[in-house]
């Protein structure tokens, strides 16, 4: 167990978004709708990340959400037309709801680096380097971008969840056996990432590059580098 004083060196980690946006959207709201309740999402998250300020930490690492609208759970269950998918095979308007997401999230960043005088803040740009490791498959080493890797069939492999059940001649099977090689894959359940696309997006982001300001990840809990 860390020491008591342990927490206020220790450095918080928050990733936030993704299940936020696809709760909208899951239960048939609108792109505009979800937009609608998102600054309700970034006010509590402020309170929380004050909350945790006010018990003595100082050290933030926050992730914008991911590109939603590469899901394969989403592009195989919400209406998406065809007009509406860009060059890497991804849904736009859903896109969109999670830059929309991203852009008020860097404001609270920026709110709470003048209202949290002793805290480094880091803003990690998790959006880009996950929609790189889709537009651009072949650079990072995958083959299949948006497929799920653990499903049953049809365009996306997601029309049952990772683990469900079906009967195939009488017999039930286990959908999610083991492929032979998952790390050519990006996403392996339609919602979460495979643990070759998950370290290739930590690869990109440890020194900095896709961070504002551009700290690396073992300079984070130095307030100095964090300076207006």
């Keep these: 167990m860390p020491k008591a004083e342990d927490f206020s060196r220790a450095l918080y980690t928050f990733d936030i978004g993704q299940n936020d946006l696809a709760a909208g959207f899951f239960f048939?709201?609108?792109?505009?709708?979800?937009?609608?309740?998102?600054?309700?999402?970034?006010?509590?998250?402020?309170?929380?990340?004050?909350?945790?300020?006010?018990?003595?930490?100082?050290?933030?690492?926050?992730?914008?959400?991911?590109?939603?609208?590469?899901?394969?759970?989403?592009?195989?269950?919400?209406?998406?037309?065809?007009?509406?998918?860009?060059?890497?095979?991804?849904?736009?308007?859903?896109?969109?709801?999670?830059?929309?997401?991203?852009?008020?999230?860097?404001?609270?960043?920026?709110?709470?680096?003048?209202?949290?005088?002793?805290?480094?803040?880091?803003?990690?740009?998790?959006?880009?380097?996950?929609?790189?490791?889709?537009?651009?498959?072949?650079?990072?080493?995958?083959?299949?971008?948006?497929?799920?890797?653990?499903?049953?069939?049809?365009?996306?492999?997601?029309?049952?969840?990772c683990g469900g059940k079906i009967k195939v001649h009488g017999r039930e099977i286990l959908v999610g056996k083991a492929c032979q090689d998952p790390s050519l894959w990006v996403n392996w359940d339609g919602f979460h990432y495979t643990q070759a696309a998950n370290k290739r997006v930590f690869d990109q982001i440890v020194d900095g590059s896709f961070s504002d300001r551009p700290v690396p990840l073992k300079m984070a809990c130095h307030r100095q580098q964090q300076a207006h």
């Design 28 to 161: 048939n709201m609108s792109t505009a709708r979800v937009k609608a309740y998102v600054p309700d999402v970034l006010n509590q998250f402020k309170s929380i990340v004050k909350n945790v300020y006010d018990q003595g930490s100082r050290y933030f690492w926050i992730h914008n959400t991911g590109p939603v609208g590469c899901l394969p759970y989403v592009l195989a269950r919400l209406p998406v037309l065809a007009s509406q998918v860009d060059k890497a095979g991804c849904a736009t308007p859903y896109n969109e709801v999670a830059q929309f997401f991203n852009h008020g999230l860097k404001e609270v960043v920026v709110q709470l680096r003048e209202e949290l005088p002793f805290a480094a803040i880091t803003y990690v740009d998790i959006y880009s380097a996950k929609y790189s490791l889709i537009s651009q498959p072949k650079k990072h080493g995958f083959e299949q971008p948006i497929r799920a890797r653990c499903g049953q069939g049809g365009k996306y492999n997601n029309n049952l969840h």
